[in-house]
Nanobody
Framework: QVQLVESGGGLVQPGGSLRLSCAASGFTEDVSTIGWFRQAPGKEREGVSCIKTRDGSTYYADSVKGRFTIARDNAKNTVYLQVNSLKPEDTGVYYC???????????????????WGQGTQVTVSS
């Protein structure tokens, strides 16, 4: 079992930045991929980005490409999501999730992800 804890959310003005963290504990050596997802009020959860823990390959949703950067620190069992140039439509609860399924490329489809954090709120507003 893998436990995940997100942090770093907050209230930020449009154009601002945050760094979200996802700290993993438990059987972390079995984790192949960490994904970030978000859910806005009244909307379905959507995948934002993912990273393979072993080779560091990444994937981004088109809506965040060029603004968000995902990175890992395997020594700290932590994955970061740097979110820049924030827009009001980026508002939502951001979750990280862990997948044990080793694929050629990571995916932001939620199906392979079995362990989820409790989420951290990001609010973009002036």
């Amino acid at each position: 079992q893998v436990q995940l804890v997100e942090s770093g959310g907050g209230l930020v003005q449009p154009g601002g930045s945050l760094r979200l963290s996802c700290a993993a504990s438990g059987f972390t050596e079995d984790v192949s991929t960490i994904g970030w997802f978000r859910q806005a009020p009244g909307k379905e959860r959507e995948g934002v980005s993912c990273i393979k823990t072993r080779d560091g390959s990444t994937y981004y949703a088109d809506s965040v490409k060029g603004r968000f950067t995902i990175a890992r620190d395997n020594a700290k069992n932590t994955v970061y999501l740097q979110v820049n140039s924030l827009k009001p439509e980026d508002t939502g609860v951001y979750y990280c999730a862990a997948s044990l399924w080793d694929q050629a490329m990571c995916t932001i489809n939620s199906i392979p992800y079995r362990s989820w954090g409790q989420g951290t709120q990001v609010t973009v507003s002036s």
